[in-house]
């Protein structure tokens, strides 16, 4: 089994934080993106569309895309549990997990994409549409500190995969330039407490 | 339990077509998007970002996201399995699930959004956005064309929650205007035989 990441990049750090919180440890591979090592041949055909992560199992299979990822070795270790328990433990944790991904990471990585120079050569860049992006992460942080006033996690009273995705998109508001308001008091206490976890520090 | 959805739109259309697919039942209240009914304060009270489809339980607690609500069904109701059945399985409908919604499904949703003249009042809309998101749209077809060459569904050889995922975003690609290549035999043979269920004729 290896697992080709990429340092940085905060849909690779979700499965790294992920791996850490369940202690499993699996051979990994640096695929560099400022290098352009994704969309080397040899890469490509591991990830046809240049995405990382990827994990490849013995027998040559690759599973693509980060919850995908997650999901695999959360049914093959389950503890400490981060996709739920019961049937509705579940389904409210897929419901956060999926507001911090589509509502929240895709806002600040569209901000990114479409406004930082650094990305200018690598996307077709239209800032009108990066204004759009970052007015809705902003607005997406506003919500969430509202739904942080009563949940000691994202998803509620215990931690899970909502918390490690949110961690992501709110450390990647930082290279997209979205400020995260003084206001937002709930949710600066949730930063507080998920910094403590030695997964957190993982990039 | 009730389930607020809407006729037309692709995301509670998948919801639906789930839950044929299982035999369920449930008590269904039909939210018009074209009246706005989405944005009345009553409804905001079940789905404050006015997201369409909601599922209420008999407590009161709400469960928002079409996937989330789906997988809430599949842990309930197993039979048949739509998620997957063995650890890898569930990861390679999950990796085929995401790629439908966030590479097919959101780039056909976006063309639509950003040109279709009928959302001009709903949307900040950026053509230049819209037209990089047909093109999107076009090569994920292209791929997926690709991927049907060795496999009867799109997650392998059964059908799963994916193909629903995919069919509900192909049919979308009507009023986006986004035109199925005839050189695309894989896809139309897919099409065909989707189109035989039932379950595929919900609107």
Redesign the interface.
């Known amino acids: 089994m290896k697992l080709y990441s990429t340092t940085g990049a905060p849909n690779p750090r979700r499965v790294k934080i992920f791996l850490a919180e369940k202690e499993i440890e699996v051979p990994t591979q640096e695929i560099s993106i400022m290098e352009q090592e994704h969309k080397e041949e040899n890469y490509k055909k591991i990830s046809?569309?240049s995405r990382v992560p990827a994990l490849v199992?013995e027998d040559g299979?690759v599973?693509?895309?980060s919850?995908?990822?997650c999901?695999?070795f959360e049914?093959?270790n389950p503890e400490p549990v981060l996709f739920g328990n019961t049937?509705?433990e579940?389904?409210?944790i897929?419901?956060q997990s999926?507001?911090m991904e589509m509502?929240l990471m895709m806002s600040v990585a569209g901000t990114f994409r479409h406004t930082h120079p650094a990305f200018a050569k690598l996307e077709?860049q239209?800032p009108?549409?990066g204004k759009?992006m970052k007015k809705a992460a902003e607005k997406r942080l506003f919500?969430l500190n509202q739904e942080l006033e009563n949940n000691q996690f994202i998803a509620g009273p215990k931690y899970s995969v909502a918390d490690i995705t949110a961690l992501c998109a709110i450390d990647f508001c930082v290279p997209a330039k979205i400020e995260i308001s003084e206001n937002h008091k709930n949710l600066h206490r949730w930063i507080e407490e998920i910094k403590q976890r030695p997964s957190s520090k993982i990039m």
Chains 1, 2 share one sequence.
């Open positions: 046809p569309s199992l299979t599973i693509l895309e919850m995908a990822i999901r695999y049914l093959l049937e509705l579940q389904a409210l897929e419901m999926r507001r509502e077709n239209i009108e549409y759009i919500l």
